[in-house]
């Protein structure tokens, strides 16, 4: 059974640092469309970045851009989030996603297009 599996998560100083990871297990997801998607307590889930398979093409969130940075290594089955200069705003439950439409030219930041999900991992950032 595939799924998707994130760990990284934690508690941080607002100015911190962490590295999210999301691991793949059960097929192969090198050539879908990765993201991260975040909820934070009262909120809708909401998009934050995203990379497709060729790792050619990221896209960000506005408040994310320049903080954080999506990758992935195919040969590993895994997708990460790099976190810098978190803020207390940034303080949610991450979740990565994968998304198999191979027929779109970008990868999608609508959470109705993903089709796998994983648990999600805690992030919180004290100011």
């Keep these: 059974q595939a799924q998707l599996e994130e760990s990284g998560g934690g508690l941080v100083q607002a100015g911190g640092s962490l590295r999210l990871s999301c691991a793949a297990s059960g097929r ?3 050539r879908y469309a990765m993201a991260w ?3 934070a307590p009262g909120k809708e889930r909401e998009f934050v970045a995203a990379i497709n398979w060729r790792t050619d093409y990221t896209d960000y969130i506005r408040s994310v851009k320049g903080r954080f940075t999506i990758s992935r290594d195919n040969a590993k089955n895994t997708v990460y989030l790099q976190m810098n200069s978190l803020e207390p705003e940034d303080t949610a439950v991450y979740f ?3 998304d198999t439409d191979g027929m779109r030219s970008y ?3 609508d959470a109705s297009d993903m089709d796998y999900w994983g648990k999600g991992t805690l992030v919180t950032v004290s100011s």
């Design 37 to 39: 998607f975040r909820q």
């Design 96 to 98: 990565c996603a994968a």
């Design 107 to 109: 990868p999608s930041r």
């Design 28 to 30: 192969s997801f090198s």
